[in-house]
């Protein structure tokens, strides 16, 4: 009897420590994950190229003289529902693009120095759902989300005013689908408790 007692015992703390180690190596990879988007956000580059991008998009959307203002609006909104200003097919017509096509696509490096606002739009954007991602897999804790919230306050009202402005334009093409990001940055602000 002894023999079993002693075996219930050594296997419930074997089963306790696993549980321990468990849940602290999930704390350990929750808390690495988060230092990894620390480290991302906080770069120079990322600050260089993408967070004060979009600040200069953000001044612009709600501070530049009404007719411009407007204007400025409509190309930044039409770029997020797919209809821009010109044809891919004048780029597609052009000499040297038939030219090189298969070179440009697939030897040629790509170099860019700098991002378009657009694509500096896109990475921030990409940022806060890589988060919201990692919450919802729980790769980072509640905690450290919660540690977050107050670096999106700062362009919060701007990308609202954004996703309001491209649903109505795609109501308005008829476009019904609701894009991914909108769903997305709504949930993360639903967590926070942004209304």
Partial sequence: MDYNLGSLVLSAVAILITIWVTIWGK??????????????FFSSDFFKNVRSIVWEIDVKWFNLPDEKREAYRKEVVLGWVGYLNGSSNDILNHEVAKDRIEIDHHLDEVKIDYLTEHQALSVYIG???KLYTYYETGEISKKA?????????????????????????SVSMQNSEKPQWIVITEKLEKTWGIE
């Fill in 27 to 40: 704390k350990s990879d929750q808390a690495k994950q988060n230092i990894q988007l620390i480290e991302q």
């Fill in 127 to 129: 940022f806060w759902i």
């Fill in 145 to 169: 989300l919660r540690i977050w919230k107050q670096y999106y306050e700062y362009d919060r009202c701007f990308l609202k005013d954004l996703r309001r402005e491209i649903l109505r334009i």
